[in-house]
């Protein structure tokens, strides 16, 4: 019986590997996807995959041909990985609903977003910042897959505790703060995140890391009734199901 050989294409991240370790491969800033196949059309419908949330993890861990770790990935990479496959899957053209009108979004059309490169230690995923109202001195990282994970996993838990509980903005905070005043001792950090991190100061950290946290930009322009405005591309069950009808 013959082999089939799967088509495959060179993604390029990013990142430009930049956040990643020198002996990681994803230092090279590139991985390689096949195209999606029946298998992967088998996962998207899983619904133990759906129920769990798991679904795009498992979808895109079956793509990538790299030798890589999927939880290694910063999420802006993973989110370029997850464009690339819907095109390689289904085509570039992408049917949204916005403000009532049906239109069409082109996703070849989606560009990296810039960031600020001379702040990067290349293969150093961490920063410093200096919170400008309480002035204090603090490292953190960029998130990757492994980490949102985590951060998943200890929100289902307080759920658990209080239904009505829904910390995620300042968990993600203590998740990716490395070292408040030199101190990277985890308690440290979510003490400090829960007793002395101010609205403010949290809010320019925020801003910071957006300038720069390697991503693909989501933006579109789009139709409305009164004229074209930019928006947030919508991430529907239409993305990886186009015949869904959802």
Known sequence: MSEFKFPTEEIDL?????????????????VEMKYMTAKEEDILTNPNYIAKGTV??????????SKVDYNDLIQGDQ???MIAARI???????????DGITQVVDLTTLEDKEFDESLITPNINEFS????????????????????NKIKRELDGLKKINKNDNPEMSTRLKHMITSVGGDRDAKTIRSFVDTALLARDARALRE???????????????????????????????????????
């Open 129 to 148: 910042f200096t919170l400008p109202h309480s002035k204090v001195d603090l490292t953190f990282k960029i998130l990757t897959v492994g980490d949102t």
């Open 208 to 246: 910071y890391v957006s300038r720069v946290q390697p991503d693909i930009n989501l933006t579109v322009t789009v139709e409305t009734s009164s004229g074209e405005e930019d928006a947030t591309l919508p991430i529907t069950a239409n993305f990886f199901w186009p015949d869904a009808g959802v």
């Open 56 to 65: 795009i993890d498992k979808l895109l861990q079956s793509l990538i041909i």
């Open 14 to 30: 990013p990142s430009k590997g930049l956040l990643y370790p020198k002996d990681n491969p994803l230092a090279s800033g590139k």
């Open 79 to 81: 989110n370029a990985i």
């Open 88 to 98: 390689l899957g289904y085509g570039k053209d992408y049917e949204i609903k916005h």
